[in-house]
């Protein structure tokens, strides 16, 4: 039982850092922006990207390994887990592939086209990586409502 929350602690821990990453630039780096001459901006999302996707790495394949630990060795499977986990299950896989795309397709072309000084190409593929970004943060919200549910819904 204490390692079962040790485990959901530190899944929660992730998704706080993961959505929380998203909301802050999608929400308020992003606007702040605004002021800035170009091509500062997209010069800046260069340096940002990097150390926010390292941190999205590190949570994410936590979040799927103790996602899985806990539906497994706590509800016994998918055949003991509620619809509410199977939806939260299906979201998370959903944002997990959306991220490797974003990281595998999206992002080297955002990165080469700003080292190479392309920033008509750099500005497409950042609305592109915008664009997965906002619906991410929005099924990562809805996981958070869901897991914030658990107790008064008896998940």
């Given at each position: 039982m204490e390692l079962a929350a040790v485990i959901l602690a530190t899944h929660l821990l992730?998704?706080?850092i993961w959505v929380g990453g998203m909301f802050f630039a999608y929400m308020v780096l992003r606007p702040a922006m605004g002021s800035l001459e170009p091509p500062q901006p997209l010069?800046?999302?260069r340096q940002v990207f990097p150390r926010f996707f390292t941190?999205?790495?590190?949570t994410m394949i936590w979040l799927v390994a103790s996602g899985y630990w806990m539906l497994f060795v706590v509800y016994g499977g998918f055949k003991g887990a509620s619809p509410l986990l199977h939806v939260m299950n299906g979201l998370g896989l959903i944002m997990v592939v959306l991220f490797v795309w974003l990281y595998?397709?999206?992002?080297p072309k955002?990165?080469?086209?700003?080292?190479?000084g392309d920033m008509d190409t750099a500005?497409?593929?950042l609305g592109k990586i915008r664009h997965i970004i906002a619906v991410n943060l929005v099924f990562g919200l809805i996981n958070c409502v869901i897991g914030g549910?658990?107790?008064w819904v008896g998940i």
């Open positions: 992730s998704a706080v010069l800046l999302w941190w999205v790495w590190i595998v397709r999206r992002w955002f990165r080469d086209a700003v080292d190479t500005v497409v593929m549910l658990t107790p």
